[in-house]
């Protein structure tokens, strides 16, 4: 058998994914892909979804998308735009500190997240509101009525302080094992129509597990469990309800 030499080896870069790079006005760099729909936008335009930490959740869900949007009457999922977030590599900052940066309104507790940045997370509300969104929307039609996003520890603390604050930014939301350790004070809510929480069954640190689920039940949207998933692993173990939470009429 005749072997492919590896010089005939190209990258390789999915149908209808494309990205941008941008520098906010306070010099904040980011880098935003989308995954396309087929076809023609609906009236009034595609529904989305703004996927946070591009570099971990982008490429699986925009895939998983993709993939059950081809069996809507049997999967629950149609199509949709997929919009990935990347903190970009020119950051000065490491990623980490971006992420503590962008997706937290208040001071950790004490004794957690010392010395790191925090607080920036209204900032980032409007860059994604006046940037990001209106960049994506001018290649992609879009529904503003059907805009969700989806965020993964920090992520999904972000992604309940956003839901509650700022309810005309997305209609639903998704966030996967959320960091309430950061807001033990956090308000409950929304409910389950607009959010979709879930948490992997191994995650015990911080006391995940349990804190997730009761929260969620006070908030009226029960915890999905993941079976067998840790903290890294849930995002991905769920990422077939999350779509179909995201797509529910």
Known sequence: MQKTPPT???AYAPPRWVQHALTTEDGRCYRVAVAEPMGAAPDGGWPSLTVLDGAAHFAP???AAAALARRPEKTGV???A???VFHDEAETTPEGDARFRDYTDTAPPPGEG???PWGGAEAFRRTLEEVILPLVQARVTLDPARRAVFGHSLGGLFVIET???RPDLFARGVA???SLWWRPDLAAGPGGRVLMTGVGARE???DMDRRIADWSARAGAPATVAPGADHGSAPLALIPDALRHVCAS
């Open 8 to 10: 005939d080896w190209t």
């Open 61 to 63: 869900v925009a895939g």
């Open 78 to 80: 149609g199509p949709l």
């Open 82 to 84: 997929v919009i990935g």
């Open 114 to 116: 010392a010395g790191r």
């Open 163 to 165: 839901l509650q604050w």
């Open 176 to 178: 996967i094992s959320p």
């Open 204 to 206: 015990t640190g911080r």
